[in-house]
């Protein structure tokens, strides 16, 4: 994203190359959230307390 803002500054870059550097680094932000979380479909152990 920063490349197409710089490029973007020079007037080289387009509109259709900034929208898809939004939605890479919005993919990115979820793929990553999606690790944080330990992954889709893994089991996990749960966090707290037992009672």
């Given at each position: 994203?920063?490349?197409v803002l710089a490029l973007?500054?020079?007037g080289i870059?387009?509109?259709w190359a900034?929208?898809?550097a939004d939605v890479g680094v919005?993919?990115?932000a979820v793929l990553n959230?999606?690790?944080a979380m330990g992954g889709v479909g893994r089991k996990t152990q749960?966090?707290?307390f037992s009672v």
């Open positions: 994203k920063a490349i973007g500054a020079v870059a387009t509109m900034a929208v898809f919005a993919l990115i959230a999606t690790r749960g966090v707290g």
